[in-house]
């Protein structure tokens, strides 16, 4: 996501690197699994946010 934002040149580099260092590891583990499969066979971003929220609530 990061690569494109910085491609497209949507944010500067300084705010792109904040976004990459305060990322949840579980969500850039995420990318990285969606990255290795074909488009069509990836699970929607939607799942891991619902995973995330479910968490925060859990947590509260």
Known sequence: MTDFIHG?????????NRIIES???DLV???????QQPVEAREPMSTWLERFHA????HA
């Not at 497209?8 to 792109?16: G, M, S, T, W």
């Not at 968490?55 to 859990?58: F, N, P, R």
């Open 29 to 35: 583990a995420f990318q990285e699994r969606a990255a």
């Open 23 to 25: 990322a949840p590891s």
């Open 55 to 58: 968490q925060e609530i859990h």
């Open 8 to 16: 497209e040149a949507l944010l500067e580099e300084a705010e792109i």
